[in-house]
């Protein structure tokens, strides 16, 4: 796993400023900020399914969640093509089991994701709503939320767990549960 992050890395460092992927270009720091609190997420994240990663930018945090747990799908949603061709670029050059949109989340069809992730798109009770079409049965949203956040989430969402990291940075987590209506068309 540690060969294909530091490839990972390797591709967004070398790509950063052609395509204005991120202003770090120090590979520890890049490390610290970026991959080690993608990888905090896992404790939550399930062994297999279907992940969808929204607002996925430069492909944080779901590039090092389908490298950490290579039974998920990964369905990277990200509106900034140039943006999404990066992110095709490095499923591709990974061999990851994954798929790139450059569309708004809001646009696709149903796409039954199990598990969702998102990092600084917006706040946790509207963006658990932009997960609400594509959400299979039982499907988790696993957030990284602000200190300050009341928890509080949309009707047919239920706050499940909650975890503090303690790495150098640390950050809240929280794990919402969909148990809403299921039986839409899709």
């Given at each position: 796993?540690?060969?294909?992050?530091?490839?990972?890395?390797?591709?967004?460092?070398?790509?950063?400023?052609?395509?204005?992927?991120?202003?770090?270009?120090?590979?520890?720091?890049?490390?610290?900020?970026?991959?080690?609190?993608?990888?905090?997420?896992?404790?939550?994240?399930?062994?297999?399914?279907?992940?969808?990663?929204i607002g996925?930018?430069?492909?944080?945090?779901?590039?090092?969640?389908?490298?950490?747990?290579?039974?998920?799908?990964?369905?990277?949603?990200?509106?900034?093509?140039?943006?999404?061709?990066?992110?095709?670029?490095?499923?591709?050059?990974?061999?990851?089991?994954?798929?790139?949109?450059?569309?708004?989340?809001?646009?696709?069809?149903?796409?039954?994701?199990?598990?969702?992730?998102?990092?600084?798109?917006?706040?946790?009770?509207?963006?658990?709503?932009?997960?609400?079409?594509?959400?299979?049965?039982?499907?988790?949203?696993?957030?990284?939320?602000?200190?300050?956040?009341?928890g509080s989430?949309?009707?047919?969402?239920?706050?499940?767990?909650?975890?503090?990291?303690?790495a150098a940075?640390?950050?809240?987590?929280?794990?919402?549960?969909?148990?809403?209506?299921?039986?839409?068309?899709?």
């Amino acid at each position: 796993m540690h060969n294909e992050l530091q490839r990972y890395v390797d591709e967004v460092l070398r790509f950063r400023k052609a395509l204005n992927l991120t202003s770090v270009a120090d590979r520890d720091a890049f490390w610290r900020r970026f991959i080690q609190p993608s990888l905090d997420l896992l404790p939550m994240m399930p062994a297999s399914g279907r992940m969808m990663d929204i607002g996925s930018g430069m492909g944080v945090p779901g590039i090092p969640l389908m490298i950490a747990r290579p039974a998920l799908f990964g369905v990277l949603v990200e509106r900034r093509k140039k943006r999404t061709e990066f992110l095709r670029h490095v499923i591709r050059s990974l061999r990851l089991h994954g798929e790139a949109h450059d569309v708004d989340v809001r646009q696709l069809p149903c796409a039954k994701i199990d598990v969702f992730t998102a990092r600084a798109v917006t706040e946790p009770p509207a963006l658990l709503r932009m997960c609400e079409p594509h959400a299979a049965p039982a499907a988790c949203a696993v957030l990284p939320v602000a200190q300050a956040f009341d928890g509080s989430a949309p009707s047919g969402w239920k706050k499940e767990s909650e975890l503090w990291t303690d790495a150098a940075q640390p950050q809240r987590l929280i794990c919402f549960r969909w148990q809403g209506d299921v039986s839409r068309e899709t």
